[in-house]
């Protein structure tokens, strides 16, 4: 999966766009995940871009390949934004994704802690960079 950063979330909350087409992996996410964080769910790029035109995302959790492109092209269209999501992508994608301007990546199968934990520094990252 490939993680992205704009605006600060609350304090005890993140907030995280989670742009993965496999039901599976979202409703193991929403299992796993701190119950004050808020989720929001885009199958696609284009469901993605329609969400952050409206709501202000410091994190975005997507699957390397989507039904309508991949996470590099998420990342160009989160760019011109003003204060962009930090993204993440699967090992395999890991140099590229940090050359490009990524923040971190996670493997499949998740470990739960490091996923957590992760996501969490991200967090916190958007709110020391927006």
Not at 1 to 21: F, G, K, Q, R
Not at 58 to 74: A, F, Q, Y
């Amino acid at each position: 999966m490939a993680l992205c950063n704009s605006s600060t979330p609350p304090e005890s909350e993140l907030v995280v766009l989670v742009v993965n087409p496999h039901k599976d992996d979202l409703l193991s996410l929403r299992g796993v995940l701190p119950s004050n964080w808020t989720l929001y769910i885009a199958g696609d790029a284009v469901e993605a871009k329609q969400i952050l035109g409206q709501v202000s995302v410091p994190v975005i959790l997507c699957e390397s390949e989507l039904p309508d492109g991949n996470w590099k092209d998420l990342l160009a269209a989160v760019a011109g934004l003003r204060n962009p999501p930090l993204m993440m992508a699967d090992e395999y994608l890991w140099a590229e994704v940090l050359n490009l301007g990524g923040y971190d990546v996670l493997a499949k199968p998740f470990n739960l802690i490091e996923f957590i934990q992760v996501l969490s520094m991200a967090g916190r990252r958007a709110d020391l960079v927006g």
